[in-house]
């Protein structure tokens, strides 16, 4: 495999084709969001209860809890959309290899599909076992910080906080390798869904076996694609950094303003709104941009290696 052409094609693909650009940013916009809504402030932390009346708090209640429905519909939506940004990423890039040149409108018409939703399903499929494997974990790891509280013995505590701080790490460790693994398989499941047009256990044995027939190629270019990952990283870094800085001024200005008017809860909310806003916008249309490099040479790798012959069945034209 000539893994410096693919790379090049995938910089083309995403240089040339901007229709791409769309559907990336839509992938990013999920990342962005989920990024900055790890923790959402709660309404206290900037107003005291105590300093309301009841009719205020009550009207804060409200709010609060609006506002967390409104988080998790965005969320749903988002999650929605990403999907939807990721089959039409897969679904384009298979189109302009066969000489077509896609639009946006075609990669709605291609993201909008089932294999959308089989993508989500095969993220469940791989993700539950991930999730009862962490879970079964976890409680391996406290076993012995448990058993030395039940001992009241210091030795015996002191014993069990090393025990459990070792077994995390090789915990932590363990995790990393597994999710890494999944997300690898995923990465070719999900092309052989989109592109195999394959069901939910075909799509997992098919990428599978992609990457056992192909494990040397496959393997090389996760590592350059790895360390293209953490190279753009370190750049996007300072890009983000003032990103934030123009967020924070700009929804400093907007808090500042209706706080000098004496609306402290929708100082916080407009200010909060805005700097959410010139913060996510810009940072998922940058990511975008990675996000159609990778997702394109993923796809190239795919009909590189289906193109060998060496997996049944191919993939349609």
């Known amino acids: 495999m000539d893994y410096t052409a693919i790379l090049k094609r995938g910089l083309d693909i995403t240089i040339k084709h901007k229709a791409l650009w769309v559907f990336g940013f839509l992938v990013a916009l999920t990342e962005a969001t989920s990024s900055i809504n790890a923790r959402i402030p709660r309404f206290t932390e900037f107003v005291k209860p105590e300093a309301l009346s009841r009719t205020q708090a009550m009207m804060l209640g409200y709010v609060t809890v609006l506002l967390c429905c409104l988080v998790l519909f965005i969320a749903l939506i988002l999650t929605v959309l990403s999907y939807i940004g990721h089959t039409a990423l897969i679904g384009m890039v298979k189109e302009i290899e066969g000489g077509g040149t896609p639009g946006v409108r075609g990669g709605f018409q291609e993201g909008f599909s089932r294999e959308a939703f089989k993508l989500f399903l095969l993220d469940l499929m791989l993700g539950i076992p991930l999730s009862i494997i962490a879970i079964g974990g976890l409680a391996v790891v406290a076993g012995p910080f448990l058993l030395g509280l039940l001992v009241e013995r210091k030795p015996a505590f002191v014993g069990g906080i090393l025990v459990s701080g070792v077994l995390f790490l090789g915990f932590v460790l363990v995790m990393m390798v597994l999710s890494a693994a999944a997300r690898f398989l995923a990465t070719f499941a999900w092309r052989e869904c989109v592109i195999g047009k394959k069901g939910l256990v075909e799509s997992l044995t098919g990428g599978f076996r992609v990457i056992r027939n192909n494990l040397k190629d496959a393997g090389i270019m996760w590592l350059l694609l790895l360390g293209i990952g953490i190279g753009w990283g370190l ?30 809860v929708i100082s916080w909310i407009a200010g909060g709104l805005v700097g959410m806003v010139l913060l996510v916008i810009p940072s998922a249309f940058i990511n975008g941009l990675y996000q159609v490099f990778t997702s394109s040479t993923w796809t190239l790798t795919y009909l590189e290696l289906m193109g060998r012959g060496q997996n049944p069945g191919g993939y349609p034209s």
Not at 249 to 258: E, K, N, P, R, S
């Open 235 to 264: 750049v996007s870094l300072p890009l983000n950094f003032i990103l934030l800085f123009i967020a924070v001024g700009g929804g400093g200005t907007v808090w500042a303003f209706f706080h000098l008017l004496k609306l402290r």
